[in-house]
């Protein structure tokens, strides 16, 4: 048995897959890790085979080169056909044609593709879309985010998108421009390939959980229908529906709506109609305070004319009931005055008749017994008449000092009285109550023109009048104390 070299091996085992396989064959499955040489223009991707239900896992994986002539003649083929806004992208599913060939230097089975059918992958694209929406129907999740309030001033914003990409700057500009002060949080996600999936899932996971985030904005720039795939993943498309805030897309596509986009509270057409349907929010909110303003500043021009009526009405009743009630209480003081002091010199007067007569009789009696007397002494010895003349003189005597002293009691009576009318006098002089007004006084009354004379008879927001010396004061009651 001959011994081989290396390459000898793989030149045999090229041969044999040349003679095996010696005409183009037609393969269909996923491309991933697609990269497109700069320099040379070929196009490098492996094609694999995944299990229905094994995620992201795959059963069969086979390397393919699709080199510069021939992929230039394939898009130029698309160009003609009309389909030139078909683009390779990992993830999506694909229908090449290709010769097998085996990289002799790397030993490495690979595919030579000459030609990818663009209607089979968007058929496939199709049939994904379709499955994707049929399991989200089933489980009730088509309106489930659409059912969540869309906050009226939705000024926290958490944005997904590529930082710095078109569609990023085209929304902040819209945002910036608008002289509303939104506070947007970016998450910086790839918008296109394999990464897609998993970076927009981590960034609605992020931006809902964050406090203070009012609504979520995923939004990608324009390019080819099977950039939107991406947006038909299941996974994703559930998230979309499952997030705790409203959800908006602008995926950037004019007549292609991807599953997100169905699945989204609002679905926009591009990045900047996103901003605009934010703004217009903002503006609506701000028309409505605007006509919230004119109609309060209106109607509280209405509700103080029509007070300022009434309070100039009840001003009018109350300073008529006003000066009624003076007139009324000077009346009766004074008709109180005029009834005291009739009555006290009326009981004056004949406190003094009484005295008047007293004397009178006390004196006539002295005389009549001071005569008997003297006619009883004449008959006595003259002894006894002289003992009985100084005894009656030391009386008559001191009957004379008892008659001043009860004249003067007298005397002293009247002038007391006297005191006390002229004192009565000063304190209805005082009473009245124009003097108190005058004395820096005022007198309060509630609407009903009563006075009032306790804070708690008084209710907050209730109208009152003070009455002054000089005119009155009509105020609202905003405080009290009891």
Known sequence: MSCLSVRQLNELAREALSSCLHDEVWVHGEIHGLKMHAKSGHVYFDLVEKAPDMGESYVAKIGCAFFRGSFVKWRQGLKASGMQDFELASGIEVRLKARVDLFVREGRYQLIVSEID??????????????????????????????????????????????????????????????????????????????????????????????????????????????????????????????????????????????????????????????????????????????????VSHRSSDVLQRAGERIRMASSGLDHVTHRWMVSALSVLREYAFYLHTSLARDTAGREQMLAMAVLRLANSSRTAIGRQLQVIDELPRDMIRDARTRFAFLQADLARQQQGLGDHADTIIVRQQDRMEHLGSLFSVMDPSRTLRRGYSITMDSKGRVIVDAASIREGASITTVLAKGKIVSTVNDKEQ
Not at 194 to 199: D, F, L, M, Q, S
Request: glycine content about 10%; charged content about 20%.
């Open 118 to 295: 663009p209607a089979y992958t968007f058929g496939a694209i199709a049939r994904k879309r379709e499955q994707t929406v049929r399991a989200l129907k089933a489980a009730g999740l088509l309106e489930k985010n659409k059912g969540l309030q869309m906050p009226r001033i939705p000024r926290n914003v958490g944005l997904i998108t590529s930082g710095g990409s078109a569609a990023f700057n085209d929304f902040m500009r819209i945002v910036a421009d608008s002289g509303y002060s939104f506070s947007v949080t970016l998450f910086d996600a790839h918008m296109q390939g394999e990464n897609t999936v998993p970076e927009v899932l981590a960034g609605i996971e992020a931006l809902q959980s964050r406090p203070g985030v009012d609504v979520i904005v995923i939004i990608r720039g324009g390019g080819a229908k099977t950039d939107l795939f991406s947006f038909d993943d299941l996974s994703l498309c559930r998230a979309v529906a499952l997030c705790a805030r409203p959800v908006i897309t602008g995926i950037g596509h004019e007549i292609d709506v991807s599953v997100a986009d169905l699945v989204a509270h609002t679905c926009c057409v591009t990045p900047t109609d996103a901003a605009r349907f934010l703004v217009t929010g903002m503006d609506e909110v701000w028309a409505y305070l605007g006509q919230a303003h004119r109609d």
